[in-house]
């Protein structure tokens, strides 16, 4: 048996062959360690009835561990000088089909009505490219996929701020957005020796377990999340300022406070201490009120 792709030697032998250079633009830091690779796809809790979806393969050092446990693995890339490599790298795993694209351009429900009729569940399986993770990251949540687990390596920082719990400066628009959609866990932190080239940023390795319902129920989801984006808008100001400034620009205060009142939310906190259910409750309130 051949070694595995992801050995330093072996991604170096692939990279020097084919002339690859490296694209910092495209966010292109390959994984070279077998042990952080395990624990990603173990963290996928895959087996032979599963599909898993990876974002950008790169020379495919992923894609390989995960057609060891997965039936069918589907690996969207969008840089076509990689397209010749995985071709012949991967020729060993008739269960992977490389798709040539920008994910974030790709249509993913037909993406999965072709390639995963057959499985018995979806996980997406990714190290990410860092310049895009957020976009990625909401598409997939957004256009509710049938999907069970996200696990993605991502900048440490965004995963904290995926994961953080209201109080905290880490907590925002982006922890509520991810936590109406899913439940994040960290998984591991990751040291930068474990990538070529190493990257700028700490990284760490995230899981969304992506609920089948809400946790909280919101009458109308796109107001919902103009509600928290305009909440946080200023951190610093309380909640009743950064509504009035957005919802309420020429009228008095008087409105809004007994707004906020009624959703029992007291006007002078700021947004950072507001849970998921009180931004529900918010939202909802305002709603009925005719925002
Ligand atoms: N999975 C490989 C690994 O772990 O060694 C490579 C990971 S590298 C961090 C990110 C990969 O995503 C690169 O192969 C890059 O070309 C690809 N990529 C970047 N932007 C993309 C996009 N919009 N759609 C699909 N793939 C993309």
């Known amino acids: 048996t051949r070694e595995d792709i992801s050995t330093p030697r072996r991604t170096k032998e692939i990279i020097q062959r084919h002339g690859f250079a490296f694209k910092k633009s495209l966010g292109q830091n390959f994984l070279i360690d ?18 898993a979806l990876e974002i950008g393969p790169g020379i495919g050092a992923l894609t390989e561990k995960l057609a060891q446990e997965a039936e069918k693995v589907v690996a969207v890339e969008i840089d076509q000088r990689l397209l010749p490599i995985l ?22 429900k037909a993406l999965f009505a072709a390639e995963f009729d057959n499985v018995s569940g979806v996980s997406v ?3 990410l ?16 996929l049938p999907l069970e687990h996200i696990v993605v390596m991502i900048q440490k920082e965004v995963a904290e701020r995926m994961a953080a719990a ?30 070529i080239p190493q990257p700028n940023v700490e990284s760490a390795v995230i899981r969304l377990s992506v609920r089948k319902t809400p946790p909280v129920t919101v009458e109308d989801e796109a107001f919902f999340f103009q509600v928290v984006q305009a909440s946080f808008a200023q951190r610093r100001k309380t ?4 509504l009035k400034s957005r919802f309420f620009p020429s009228e008095g205060r008087e409105r809004l406070e007994q707004l ?14 507001l849970s998921l259910e009180e931004f529900a409750t918010l939202s909802n309130t305002l709603l009925q009120a005719g925002l």
Do not use: W
Not at 88 to 105: F, M, N, R, S, T
Not at 169 to 186: C, F, H, M, N
């Open 34 to 51: 077998q042990n952080i690779l395990n624990k990603i796809v173990t963290a996928a809790g895959l087996d032979k009835t599963k599909g």
């Open 260 to 273: 906020l009142e009624a959703a029992g939310i007291a006007p002078s906190r700021r947004a950072e201490t």
């Open 129 to 144: 490219p860092y310049y895009v993770t957020t976009p990625i990251l909401m598409k997939l949540l957004e256009e509710k």
């Open 125 to 127: 399986v990714a190290n």
């Open 87 to 108: 071709e012949e790298v991967l020729a060993p795993y008739p269960q992977i089909h490389v798709v040539h694209g920008d994910v974030l351009k790709l249509d993913l």
């Open 166 to 195: 209201p109080g905290g400066k880490d907590y925002g628009s982006l922890s509520i957005a991810v936590q109406y959609y899913s439940v994040p866990e960290l998984i591991c932190t990751v040291p930068h020796s474990v990538f």
């Open 239 to 242: 909640i009743s300022n950064n």
